[in-house]
């Protein structure tokens, strides 16, 4: 089993819906947990950092469940430009290796 | 701000050559990462520094080394390259939470 693992998609989404996906992990010792944007395979850029109380910014919205191991992102009222790899990484505190998903591809349509 | 740099931004290499993929960094990170990215696959861990002086290997470290004499450079070594190493590779550094990434070096092994 893959240490963190997300559904690729895609994730076809009209313009203006809302679009919600998870991220499995295996690791009960998870400290820290991101979500980060990737266009057409540039660099990574961190979209947000994901909270025990969950957390909001903007449209967005980062959940995490520690009894599951998952986390999730929420995307509403979705643009054109919310087209992306949504990528999910954990960090655990011992080592410090920050772990990737596969990525979840999200493609927004007009 | 330079924040991490990467050289060079891509390369043909030929099969049975070395190689060494530079990354700097000016954010006085102490962790630092190598990462290589292929379609289907996502991120994968190759190397990476906790700090000054160590390493540790990744996911995927066969074939490729890494050194890291300072805080600042974490150069990735390929000894004697082969197909596979074909791949887009991304150094990034981090703050001990989030992880900032370089543009990343396109490599094909020919």
């Known amino acids: 089993r893959k240490e963190v693992e997300q559904d690729p998609g895609p994730f076809n989404v009209p313009e203006g819906a809302t679009v919600a996906f998870n991220c499995t992990y295996s690791n009960s010792a998870s400290q820290s947990f991101f979500w980060y944007r990737q266009d057409c395979r540039k660099e990574p850029k961190l979209l947000m950092s994901v909270y025990s109380s969950g957390n909001e910014d903007g449209r967005f919205t980062a959940q995490l469940n520690r009894a599951s191991q998952y986390i999730s992102l929420l995307i509403r009222d979705s643009k054109l430009s919310d087209s992306a790899t949504y990528l999910c990484?954990?960090?655990?505190?011992?080592?410090?290796?920050?772990?990737f998903g596969g990525g979840t591809r999200v493609l927004v349509k007009p | 701000t330079a924040g991490i740099t990467q050289a060079p931004t891509s390369q043909i290499l030929a099969a049975g050559r070395s190689m060494t993929l530079r990354c700097t960094q000016d954010m006085r990170h102490n962790a630092m990462y190598w990462y290589r990215q292929d379609l289907g696959l996502g991120l994968r861990l190759i190397h990476y520094s906790n700090t000054a002086g160590t390493t540790g290997k990744g996911e995927v470290p066969d074939g490729y080394s890494v050194s890291r004499a300072n805080t600042d450079d974490f150069p990735l070594t390929l000894a004697s390259a082969v197909p596979s190493q074909t791949s887009v590779y991304f150094c990034a550094s981090s703050d001990g939470l989030r992880a900032f990434f370089g543009q990343g070096t396109r490599l094909t092994v020919v």
């Open positions: 990484v954990v960090n655990l505190a011992a080592g410090n290796k920050l772990t």
